[in-house]
């Protein structure tokens, strides 16, 4: 399916999930590391992938050569570089400020694109991404504070997620899609576990009492099989029909999601400023698929010049 439209709803749906899981892992990393539970999430999303690869297309496992396994472990180099220096900004920041600068991704994939790439986002795409991050303001910053050493850890975040989604859609044409997201989510297992090793106390995730809770079974499950497994193989699989920017804008949807199942879930307050930024964050998104002469503001720009 190369409609652009299909592509971009798949990708919505995956963000709808990533939204919905954050109260989840919330909870879930109450009992375990979170370096060690992101290690085994991904460690189990990794194994159940390369069993969909033996059982659904072996034909992929003959296309594995030296520059699809580097390209799959750039882009999950940078998928778990931003997962770790989120984990580690947290501790130091408010969840907040830490979903305000991640959002950042959004206004620096078409940087990126630009620099890196020589891609020039349209108009549209333009004024989607400024209105989604106005949106992101509203709806994560009601506390604005100082910066901190945490909020250093977490724009590094947003550098490496940009970095993913950007490389992600330079290799997702050139590799097959489900070759390409098992080493791309093995490269982010193993780069877990041994940096759970090397600075958590790893054994408390090996403890079965902790390991074998029902919240830490329930998250894994949930995490592993859709929010990694499911979600990163639609990513590889349909970035390709459409653009960086469009992904990127898509994808800062998820605190929006986030905070719907939030206050839904577990009952937390969505202030008004948070239900305008949700708002636009949807409008941004929207923006980002219109033509530049079916918005209101630069058909009106367009006639006065006329």
């Not at 250093?152 to 097959?176: E, H, M, N, R």
């Not at 630069?298 to 010049?305: H, Q």
């Amino acid at each position: 399916m190369k409609n652009p439209i299909f592509a971009d709803i798949s990708l919505l749906i995956v963000t709808v999930i990533w939204g919905m899981t954050f109260v989840i892992v919330q909870d879930a990393i109450g009992f375990l590391p979170p370096i060690a539970f992101n290690g085994i999430r991904f460690f189990i999303a990794a194994i159940l992938l390369f069993l969909g690869l033996i059982i659904f297309d072996r034909k992929q496992l003959k296309q594995m050569n030296r520059k699809a396994v580097i390209a799959g472990v750039i882009i999950g180099f940078w998928l778990f570089l931003g997962y770790i220096t989120q984990t580690i900004g947290l501790q130091y920041t408010t969840s907040s400020k830490a979903g305000f600068i991640t959002g950042l991704s959004v206004v620096l994939v078409p940087l990126f694109s630009m620099f890196f790439l020589k891609q020039i986002p349209g108009k549209s795409a333009v004024l989607g991404v400024l209105t989604a991050t106005i949106g992101l303001f509203l709806l994560t910053m009601t506390d604005v504070t100082g910066l901190n050493t945490g909020d250093g850890y977490v724009f590094v975040c947003a550098i490496s997620f940009a970095f993913q989604i950007l490389l992600t859609g330079k290799y997702s044409d050139q590799f097959p899609s489900l070759l390409l997201t098992v080493i791309q989510i093995t490269t982010v297992a193993i780069f877990s576990i041994i940096s759970s090793f090397l600075f958590e106390d790893w054994r408390k995730a090996l403890k079965p009492e902790l390991l074998f809770s029902k919240e830490v079974i329930i998250a894994l499950v949930i995490t592993s099989v859709f929010a990694t497994a499911i979600a990163f193989f639609v990513q590889t699989n349909f970035q390709k029909y459409t653009s960086t920017t469009r992904v990127a804008l898509i994808f800062a949807m998820e605190p929006v999601f986030a905070a719907i199942t939030g206050f839904f879930w577990a009952h937390e307050h969505l202030s008004f400023s948070a239900l305008i930024g949700c708002i636009l964050i949807f409008m941004g998104t929207i923006f980002a698929e219109l033509p530049a002469e079916k918005i209101p503001l630069w058909r009106k720009r367009k006639s006065i010049e006329g």
